[in-house]
C-alpha cells in the first residue's frame, strides 16, 4: 500500500511539473504576501537603469497572441559581493505599450488595458486608479544563472507572492538580472476581463488568465 502511494505522488509531481513547464515557460503560482528581505551591512546598492531596463509581456486568446512592454519608473537592488539580497521596483503602467499592432488597432488596445476608454476603466489595470504597480523581493534562491526570484507582486493595490527563474550576472560597476519567460494568474490581481473561470458563457470569446512575463533590470552602483 505504502508503494502504491509513492507511485501515486511521484505521478502526481512528475505531471504538474510538466504542466507548469510546457511551451518553456514556468507558470508561478501566487502565494499570500510574504516578509521583504533584508540587506546585510556589507551590500552594495544598485539604482535600476530606467533606459534599459523592460518587462515584456504576452497576452493570449484563441484568435491570435498580443506582446508589448512595461516601463519601470524607479527602482534599486542590493547585493553583498555577487549574491543579490534585496531589490524594489515601480512600474509605470501608463506607460503600457503593444508592440505587435499598428495604427488605429495600437492605440485601441492600449487604451483598453490602461482603462482610459469610458466604461471600461476596470477591465482591466484602470491606470487612472492604480498608476504604478510594485514588487519587492523576498527571497533568493541560488545565485548566478541559476536564480529563483521571489518577491511580493502589487497590481491594482493587491499583492501575492510570485516565484521566477532568472540569471543574475555582475560587472564592475552593474549588474543584470534577466528572468526566464513565465507567467502568473492576471486574476489573482483582479484583472478579470474575458476570463472564462470568472465569466460563463464566453464560448471562443475568451482571454487567457496567464500573462507572459520577461524582466529585465539593468543596475548600477550607487
Not at 21 to 37: F, I, L, N, R, W
Not at 109 to 114: F, G, I, S
Amino acid at each position: 500500500m505504502k508503494k502504491l502511494i509513492l507511485k501515486i505522488s511521484l505521478f502526481s509531481f512528475v505531471a504538474m511539473t510538466f504542466i507548469a513547464c510546457k511551451d518553456g515557460q514556468k507558470e508561478t503560482t501566487p502565494s499570500q504576501e510574504k516578509e521583504v528581505a533584508m540587506a546585510s551591512s556589507e551590500a552594495v546598492t544598485y539604482i535600476v537603469d530606467l533606459e534599459k531596463s523592460v518587462i515584456k509581456w504576452t497576452g493570449n486568446k484563441p484568435t491570435g497572441t498580443h506582446n508589448g512592454t512595461v516601463k519601470i519608473a524607479s527602482g534599486s537592488v542590493s547585493a553583498n559581493g555577487m549574491k543579490l539580497e534585496t531589490g524594489k521596483f515601480t512600474i509605470d503602467m501608463n506607460s503600457i505599450t503593444d508592440t505587435d499592432l499598428d495604427g488605429k488597432m495600437k492605440a485601441n488596445l492600449e487604451a483598453h488595458l490602461k482603462g482610459t476608454v469610458e466604461g471600461k476603466e476596470g477591465d482591466f489595470f484602470n491606470v487612472t486608479q492604480f498608476p504604478t504597480s510594485n514588487f519587492v523581493l523576498t527571497n533568493v534562491m541560488g545565485e548566478n544563472e541559476n536564480a529563483i526570484i521571489a518577491g511580493n507582486l502589487t497590481i491594482k493595490e493587491k499583492t501575492h507572492n510570485i516565484e521566477f527563474p532568472a540569471e543574475i550576472s555582475y560587472t564592475e560597476d552593474g549588474m543584470v538580472l534577466k528572468s526566464l519567460p513565465f507567467t502568473i494568474d492576471r486574476t489573482k490581481w483582479d484583472v478579470n476581463y474575458g476570463s472564462k473561470s470568472i465569466f460563463d458563457n464566453l464560448g471562443d470569446k475568451f482571454i487567457s488568465d496567464e500573462i507572459g512575463l520577461e524582466i529585465e533590470l539593468h543596475a548600477s552602483k550607487q
